[in-house]
């Protein structure tokens, strides 16, 4: 594809060799002559000058330079659109396995994927156009919408509601029991987990992530989050839309989030913690029992602070072995003017 068509096609304004042909995308260190890149802001800048890449998506303020640039007010985002382009998806077959195992009165929409040695229980639904991939085990009465992807090995328990364009990565497990206990006497009872699990559309859960049912009533999750690898999503959480959630992260029991909320990686919660609307939990950071995030605050550190805080208090940290120091100066002086 020559740059100015990418650039119609993206929308966009080029500078430099419109007829130059790209044909893939790649990072930024490592583009070739015939390869698109982009650079995200101006402090990238250098090692953009340093690639051989054929053509750079860059932001608006870029400096002007005799390389041919595309200009963007989100490169990130017009690349990641240019990445369809030269690299699509690879077009699934619709069809049923023949080692895949379907409950009788089980209802797949038209052109549905069903991998090898998949299953699909009792009473469940898969909408038009969803792939369900190698081993997924899907239990009954579950309500799968349209154009969803099951990567392998995916479980669904029983009863668990998924919207349209979900995209499900290989091990995660939705709907499994909340980790509920009743102490009786010397030992624990196990407390019935009869709730559900619903999740929106055009949600993403990552590898080995695990959303489990709620104790009474529903563990939700909104329209457009997106949970990376290895995050825990415990009964009775309700989580809004377009909520993303790094790695490793973990969610107690009851937790609220509100829309547009940014979680980052190994962060914990706990229980019935609520963080509103906007709210960015910096990586790393705890959230005590109970406790109230505001809307749009960032807050980092265990427990977790507002982010002008947590610094001030990391400076003050870094300052100890100085005071410690002056204060045994002082100490001794005062020591001294004792004895005297």
């Not at 200009?71 to 690349?79: E, G, L, M, V």
């Not at 009775?236 to 009851?254: D, E, K, L, M």
Request: aromatic fraction near 4%; proline fraction near 4%; hydrophobic fraction near 40%.
């Amino acid at each position: 594809m020559r740059v100015r068509e990418l650039a119609e096609w993206l929308v966009s304004v080029f500078e430099g060799d419109g007829d130059k042909e790209i044909a893939d995308v790649a990072a930024v260190e490592d583009a070739g002559p015939g390869d698109l890149a982009f650079v995200a802001n101006r402090k990238a800048a250098q090692a953009a000058f340093e690639s051989e890449a054929g053509c750079l998506i860059v932001p608006l303020d870029f400096p002007a330079s005799d390389r041919t640039v595309i200009r963007s007010a989100d490169p990130r985002a017009a690349f990641a659109h240019a990445v369809r382009r030269f690299r699509p998806t690879r077009p699934v077959q619709p069809g049923i396995h023949p080692t895949a195992v379907i409950a009788e009165d089980a209802t797949l929409g038209e052109d549905v994927a069903v991998g090898p040695h998949a299953s699909i229980g009792s009473g469940s639904s898969i909408g038009a156009g969803s792939v369900v991939g190698a081993g997924c085990a899907i239990g009954n009465g579950v309500k799968l919408g349209t154009s969803c992807i099951l990567y392998a090995n995916v479980t669904i328990y029983d009863d668990v509601e998924i919207g349209d364009r979900a995209m499900l990565h290989s091990g995660c497990v939705i709907g499994a029991d909340g980790f509920g206990f009743a102490r009786v006497g010397a030992r624990y009872e196990k407390f019935p987990q009869v709730g559900t699990v619903r999740i929106g559309d055009d949600v993403e859960i990552g590898a080995n992530s695990c959303v489990d049912r709620a104790a009474l009533g529903v563990t939700s999750i909104g329209d457009g989050t997106k949970l990376d690898n290895m995050v825990h999503v415990a009964h009775n959480c309700r989580i809004g839309s377009s909520v993303v959630v790094a790695a490793q992260t973990g969610f107690s029991g009851g937790v609220v989030v509100g829309d547009y909320v940014v979680v980052g990686g190994q962060v914990g919660i706990g229980d019935k913690a609520r963080i509103e609307s906007g709210a960015v939990l910096g990586s790393g950071c705890g959230i005590l029992t109970s406790k109230i995030v505001r809307g749009g605050q960032v807050v980092w550190g265990t427990p977790a602070r507002p982010l002008r805080e947590h610094l001030e208090q990391l400076a003050s940290l870094s300052r100890l072995p100085e005071m410690r120091r002056e204060f045994a100066e002082l100490r001794n002086r005062l020591e001294a003017l004792e004895g005297k």
